[in-house]
């Protein structure tokens, strides 16, 4: 169970708000928070596309390759579109060594 403090106002403008803090807390090389601030952001707008991606990149660049492959799956659903999400998916997938899985992504990336 997670306790958050009451939110006053829109929740698009807080997530946008935790989505900058997070990124200042990268540059400072506070991964654990620039974490928490993103997955927070989107519980507050499940839509904040650039939360999931930020989110999945960072992860990516701990190495931890499956958590970040989830994250890109889940901005491919909110963002049908998105590019980057086939593009991410194919890098860590060939980090993993999963390379036709990879090789798909990036087919899906280049079609997009």
């Not at 009451?6 to 928070?33: C, H, I, M, R, W």
């Not at 499956?66 to 590019?83: F, G, R, T, Y």
């Not at 890098?91 to 390379?99: A, C, D, F, H």
Request: glycine fraction near 4%; include cysteine.
């Amino acid at each position: 169970v997670r306790y958050y403090p009451l939110l006053t106002g829109d929740p698009k403008v807080k997530a946008e708000e935790l989505f900058y803090e997070a990124s200042e807390l990268f540059k400072k090389d506070n991964l654990q928070a620039a974490e928490e601030c993103l997955k927070t952001a989107i519980e507050l707008d499940p839509t904040y596309a650039d939360a999931y991606e930020s989110l999945g990149v960072m992860l990516g660049r701990m190495e931890r390759y499956a958590e970040a492959i989830e994250w890109m799956k889940q901005l491919s659903a909110v963002d049908p579109k998105s590019v980057l999400a086939h593009t991410n998916m194919s890098l860590y997938l060939m980090k993993l060594g999963k390379i036709e899985e990879a090789e798909e992504q990036k087919s899906q990336a280049t079609i997009k």
